[in-house]
């Protein structure tokens, strides 16, 4: 006896568990990259934001101009050393370089480059400038300032910087809590994924998505069937009290004559499918369908072509397709302007290369432009949603068809469905 295997790789539930395993894997991906460029790029602005800070406070610092202008350079070196080695590592600098008017270093913190000329770009138009350029500590975010005197003269230059490798460490201490919010997100995620995975298979089981497909299918096969058959059945009812009143009036000749033309109705349809050899389940949905319209005042028309092959989609699939179509062509026609445009037509017909063409036509209002796109969507409609599965029927028969290598197409005026499904091998029928 073959067994099946409980919660296979196959299953619908599974399916649902892998996509959003992948999903929020990848979510969680794009997050933590996110994340890790805003806080580089955080940390570089905040960088600009200290450096230049720091390097105009100092520019305007009355010893600093004081030190630049002296002419006992040694002591004005001396004089800053301190001050200057206090500012930079309370605001977590790499360095701060004071100069003269030409460039010449006041201020280092390696004292082997005191003296020594500013290796980066001095403002020819004397406005601070804040740039990253490579110098004796390595690449660095600088920002560098002039220093002024008392008529506005450039008589020296502050640079404050940070080197991209004290950036590189800044963000190394935030990636841990980039990684820790990221492992926070699909951890999230992979429970709600673990849910979904559980609230799926407690709905279909060990399905496949292909069974669950055609339990859908089923569903709404057995859903237009019974309420085909309904109509069917209130109609030959009235009909048949009908009849027995007037027989019981003693008016057999018009009893007969009503008995015949609902059987000559019905027959119409049976002919036509009897000449293709169709299927009986489709050829009673027609005649289900045809009550509902009599019910909804809508005028029916069927046209079977004999010469139309025959597809091989399963009885409950094409129930399924036809049904819907149907359904949806009744709900509209009774919404024409006018009595005359309130009809729906169903043709059968041979197509290009063996094909065969199933179309759904009525007279009702349309479809909107935008709203064309959407409507073979799982879960779209344009009718307010209820127990009988609003947003299922045309996704679910575009799903049918192409998984028989068909397709199913919307053309307007008039609003019409035209299925065209490959026929069977060698069913070609005459007249």
């Not at 590592?89 to 020594?116: C, E, K, N, S, Y």
Request: proline share 4%; charged share 20%.
């Amino acid at each position: 006896m073959a067994t099946t295997r409980r919660g296979g790789v196959h299953s619908a539930a599974s399916r649902v568990f892998v996509l959003l395993i992948g999903s929020v894997l990848l979510i969680g991906a794009v997050i933590g990259a996110f994340l890790t460029w805003e806080a580089q790029t955080s940390a570089r602005q905040e960088a600009e934001r200290v450096t230049a800070a720091i390097s105009r406070a100092l520019s305007v610092a009355p010893a600093i101009e004081t030190a630049v202008t002296a002419t006992d350079r040694p002591a004005a070196e001396a004089e800053l050393r301190d001050d200057v080695e206090s500012v930079r590592v309370g605001a977590g600098l790499d360095f701060i370089t004071v100069m003269d008017g030409d460039g010449v270093r006041l201020t280092h913190p390696d004292a082997a480059q005191v003296g020594g000329h500013y290796l980066g770009t001095i403002p020819r138009d004397g406005h601070p400038l804040t740039e990253q350029y490579t110098g004796t500590l390595g690449p660095s975010v600088r920002t560098i300032t002039p220093i002024h005197d008392a008529g506005g003269t450039v008589v020296g230059w502050v640079s404050a910087g940070v080197t991209v490798e004290s950036l590189a460490g800044a963000l190394l201490r935030r990636l841990s809590a980039i990684l820790l919010l990221t492992l926070a997100v699909v951890a999230v995620g992979a429970l709600g994924a673990v849910f979904a995975r559980l609230a799926t298979r407690r709905i279909t089981g060990d399905l496949d998505a292909r069974d669950v497909r055609q339990a859908v299918a089923g569903y709404e096969s057995v859903r237009t069937l019974g309420e085909a058959l309904r109509a069917q059945t209130h109609e030959h009812g009235n009909r048949l009290h009908t009849a027995l009143s007037l027989l019981e009036l003693d008016r057999r000749d018009e009893a007969i004559a009503l008995l015949s033309e609902s059987s000559a109705q019905s027959q119409s349809v049976i002919d036509q499918m009897t000449l293709r050899d169709g299927d009986p389940t489709l050829g009673a949905l027609l005649l289900g369908k045809a009550s509902q319209a009599k019910e909804r005042g809508v005028r029916w028309q069927v046209h079977v072509d004999p010469t139309a092959p025959r597809t091989d989609l399963a009885p409950v699939d094409a129930v399924a397709v036809v049904g819907n179509l149907i359904d949806n062509a009744l709900d509209a026609a009774p919404q024409a302007k006018s009595g005359a445009d309130r009809w729906v037509r169903v043709d059968v017909a041979a197509a290009e290369g063996g094909a065969v063409a199933i179309t759904v036509s009525d007279g009702g209002p349309g479809i909107p432009a935008e709203l064309r796109e959407r409507i073979f969507e799982h879960g779209f409609s344009t009718k307010p949603s209820d127990s009988s599965g609003r947003g299922v029927g045309l996704a679910l028969a575009r799903d049918i068809v192409s998984a028989a290598g068909g397709s199913i197409a919307l053309t307007t005026e008039p609003t019409a469905f035209r299925v065209t499904l490959p026929g069977i091998a060698g069913d070609g029928r005459s007249e």
